[in-house]
């Protein structure tokens, strides 16, 4: 157990805290920025989770879950209001069916929602303190890594990559305007005034 209070864990631990406490203020959180920081924390995660070493298991019963479903259903929801802003999906009418962009937000929200549920349950039973519980959580995560997580974590990275630039969705536009700051003039030059004298005005 020697290795569950190392530099690795314990750089895997505060990305595993900021991520889940990222997904839990959602609501609160301009979707551009929260987008924006997901898309940093995603790799950092996936870096530092293969960096992990799977220690030997101590206990022989699996230790308590402490993500309930309500907690998983808040962090869903709030991810899908957000997820939904961006496909335009809340200008639909009433009585819509359920679209295409409908069941992509919510296949999304659950894949961000799963990861948010493992590293949770992660950082709660490492913060027990107890060795055997901060070993478990340790060997817990990483054999999940392994079987599922990693993969996820990199599907998820890859939605979000979507998200952000595929400008075509129906409130992209809307969300660049609100959360990521007004849309540049494209017919303003990218060069300064000091970079126009030095190069001419081209003609």
């Known amino acids: 157990m020697e290795d569950y209070k190392g530099v690795v864990v314990i750089e895997f631990e505060a990305s595993a805290a ?101 590293l949770k349950n992660f950082v709660k039973l490492y913060e027990i303190g107890i060795p055997q519980a901060m070993n478990d959580a340790v060997w817990i995560y990483q054999h999940n890594f392994q079987q599922a997580i990693g993969v996820k974590l990199i599907d998820c990275l890859k939605s979000l990559h979507q998200l952000l630039y595929n400008n075509s969705a129906d409130g992209a536009r809307a969300i660049q305007e609100d959360d990521f700051g007004q849309i540049e003039d494209e017919d303003e030059p990218w060069y300064s005034d000091d970079q126009e004298e030095i190069y001419g005005d081209g003609e």
């Open 18 to 118: 900021e991520f889940c406490k990222l997904l839990e203020e959602a609501s609160s959180m301009r979707t551009g920025d929260l987008f924006g920081q997901l898309q940093q924390n995603l790799p950092v995660l996936y870096q530092r989770s293969a960096r992990l070493t799977k220690p030997k298991y101590c206990y022989e019963e699996e230790p308590k879950h402490f993500v309930s479903e309500e907690d998983y259903a808040q962090v869903h929801d709030a991810l899908q209001q957000k997820i939904e802003l961006y496909f335009g999906i809340t200008q639909m009418s009433p009585g819509t069916g359920p679209s295409q962009y409908e069941i992509m937000s919510f296949s999304i929200a659950e894949g961000f929602t799963d990861l948010y549920e493992e």
